[in-house]
Every structure is written in C-alpha cells, then in structure tokens.
C-alpha cells in the first residue's frame, strides 16, 4: 500500500491531567502515516486523485487547539477518526509527542493505529 507521511506537524494544545497543564497551550508534534493508493495521482499528477495533505494538516492542527483533552490518547483517537472520514484513506497511524511530558525523558509519545471497517 502507498503512503503519505505528514512528519513533525507543530501543534498547540490544552492537554494534561495536572491543574497546571489546563491553564495553558504546550506544543505538541504529531506525526502522520495515510495508507492509501496513489497509483491514480502517480499517473494523473491530479490533487483530485488523492488527498489535500495541506487540508489534513489545517483539520489536524485546528482539531488540536481547540480540543481539551486530557490524554494524548484521547487526541490521538480523534485525529484518527478524522483522517478515516477520507474515504481514499485505508489506514492511518498517528504518534504524538509531548516534549517534556516525562520528568526524565525529552518527550513522552503514542502511537496509534486505525483501520477502515469492512
């Protein structure tokens, strides 16, 4: 299967579980796996036989800041819904990362996988 890969997208979002983190937006970055078949636009170099990967990164980084979930699961599993609402999209995966989510570690991430329903 082709892919298209959405890499290091910057977002801002109200996310955490602690007082402190509902207060203000931290930066997250999101990464992006769209399974899908490209061989049309391959052929056609048409943005119609594909998808907008410029609309998917504007839907990714408004769903993020306006959202205010606690988990970075819980983003994770909405950005999936949204990426599988393309029908051109088979599967999807998406990691976040917190930076300095972890008190000894850079970052904190997940990394989540979604697939269409037969």
Do not use: H, W
């Not at 594909?50 to 993020?64: D, S």
């Amino acid at each position: 299967m082709d892919r298209i890969e959405i890499r290091n997208l910057e977002v801002n979002a109200i996310i955490g579980t602690l007082p402190l983190e509902r207060e203000r937006r931290q930066k997250l970055l999101v990464d992006v796996k769209l399974s899908l078949d490209l061989a049309a636009a391959g052929r056609s170099d048409a943005l119609e036989d594909t998808v907008n990967y410029a609309e998917i990164e504007t839907r990714l980084a408004e769903l993020a800041s306006t959202s205010q979930f606690k988990l970075i699961e819980g983003l994770a599993g909405a950005m999936g819904r949204l990426l599988l609402a393309y029908p051109e999209v088979c599967s999807a995966e998406v990691a976040i990362a917190k930076p300095g989510g972890a008190r000894f570690a850079a970052a904190v991430a997940v990394v989540m996988n979604f697939t269409r329903e037969a």
